[in-house]
């Protein structure tokens, strides 16, 4: 993949959990890092939940790996100009596992 495919900057986030004022967990997002990527939609679809229509996109995004990407997974996710990815799979693309291939939900 050439490095000119790798123009969106997104941020990987992971969930931390911490104590409100009451005492009360409360899970807040936390940047792992910044990274340039490839971001790709690949499907869309639209559902009839709850007496609304709602809508699903799914994106394949490309990023190279690196040492804060660790344990990257479906409890973490993605942001990229106010769109937020729920990562769904991660695969390395080479057996060096020098690039991510991350399978991601966007809502809207």
């Given at each position: 993949?050439s490095?000119?495919e ?15 004022d009451?005492?009360?967990p ?24 709850a ?9 394949r995004?490309?990023?190279r ?10 409890a ?20 060096r ?8 939900q966007?809502?809207?």
């Amino acid at each position: 993949m050439s490095i000119g495919e790798r123009r969106h900057r997104v941020t990987f986030q992971r969930a931390t959990t911490v104590k409100d004022d009451f005492g009360e967990p409360d899970q807040q997002w936390s940047n792992i890092c910044t990274s340039w990527a490839l971001v790709q939609p690949i499907k869309g679809g639209e559902r009839f939940s709850a007496n609304q229509v709602q809508a699903d996109v799914d994106h394949r995004i490309v990023a190279r790996n690196r040492g804060a990407l660790t344990g990257l997974g479906p409890a973490d996710r993605i942001t990229w100009k106010g769109h937020t990815f729920d990562i769904r799979a991660v695969i390395f693309r080479d057996h060096r596992e020098s690039e991510l291939e991350i399978l991601a939900q966007e809502h809207l």
